[in-house]
């Protein structure tokens, strides 16, 4: 793999590639509280089945930059980095796959600049308008998504997650995963990465800036229909997901133009690692 950063939306990411120069590029993108480590098992699969893989550390990430504010980690700044990225690898139309919050910034790239997605692969992350009617309507919901209010708390949280060498972030890892979903190696690159500087406070406020804009929303909220993605679309859920109910992956896909569902029974919200050879066979013929 090579190692590089690129300038995009005025701040560098640091972006790991990999793959023959010529072949079809293939962006990955991580969620909380990975970084490009987080499709480790997806990127040789990719590589061996002839595709140009581009993953970047997304901003407030590892070695990417972390720029100060919240506002500077809003959905739609997140979203013109990657349009950014595209245009310094020369790619007109992306063939994207996020997970997580990468999968929060691909649906948004979707909807606000399908002119730059050709395809798109989803992993255990709603619809943007799903996830907010079911926030506002869904206790149950509401309930799963318990920590996203907890970090919402300036410098205490950064402290608890951070103190004992990560234990408490680190445990929140593992036990969202199945037994053996994240090794004590792989903890152990995630928290060199947690511990670069500013990484946390970064990462953290990915959901602060959400909130805020939850917030303004609700407050002019109106009702509308919610947004249709026009791009061809595959959604991959494991169903044991702790934080994001398996409500709201059949609406989701049902927004979708040209939607296919996939749900894996025994899988987490870390499906990528769950179900890592079918994901990434799903994968493979999706982006081809």
């Not at 991580?30 to 089945?49: C, K, N, S, T």
């Not at 249709?228 to 702790?242: A, E």
Request: positive net charge; glycine residues 6%; charged residues 20%.
């Amino acid at each position: 793999m090579q190692n590089q950063y690129i300038t995009t939306n005025n701040i560098k990411l640091h972006v790991t590639t990999d793959g023959p120069e010529k072949g079809t590029p293939v962006v990955l993108l991580h969620g909380f509280p990975e970084f490009h480590y987080g499709w480790r098992h997806q990127i040789p699969a990719l590589v061996e089945a002839g595709f140009r893989v581009i993953v970047p550390d997304q901003r407030g990430y590892n070695l990417s930059d972390k720029p100060k504010g919240i506002p500077a980690y809003d959905v739609d700044v997140l979203a013109g980095d990657i349009v950014g990225l595209l245009d310094a690898f020369g790619i007109q139309k992306a063939r994207l796959a996020g997970h997580d919050w990468g999968a929060v910034v691909a649906w948004t790239l979707a909807l606000n600049h399908p002119e730059r997605v050709e395809k798109l692969a989803i992993l255990n992350v709603p619809h943007p308008d799903v996830m907010t009617e079911f926030v506002l309507r869904n206790p149950a919901q509401r309930r799963k998504s318990w920590y996203v209010f907890f970090f919402q708390i300036p410098v205490y949280v950064e402290w608890i997650l951070s103190k004992n060498d990560f234990e408490y972030l680190g445990r929140m890892l593992t036990h969202s995963g199945r037994k053996n979903t994240f090794t004590e190696a792989n903890v152990i690159e995630y928290k060199k990465a947690w511990s670069q500087k500013g990484a946390l406070t970064g990462m953290l406020n990915w959901y602060r800036a959400a909130v805020r804009r939850g917030v303004k929303y609700t407050f002019s909220w109106k009702k509308s229909p919610a947004r249709r993605v026009q791009v061809p679309t595959l959604m991959l859920w494991g169903k044991h997901d702790i934080a994001l109910s398996v409500e709201m992956a059949r609406p989701s896909i049902d927004l979708c133009e040209q939607g296919e569902l996939i749900f894996y029974e025994k899988a987490t919200h870390w499906v990528q690692h769950d179900a890592a050879p079918d994901v990434n066979q799903k994968l493979i013929e999706f982006m081809r």
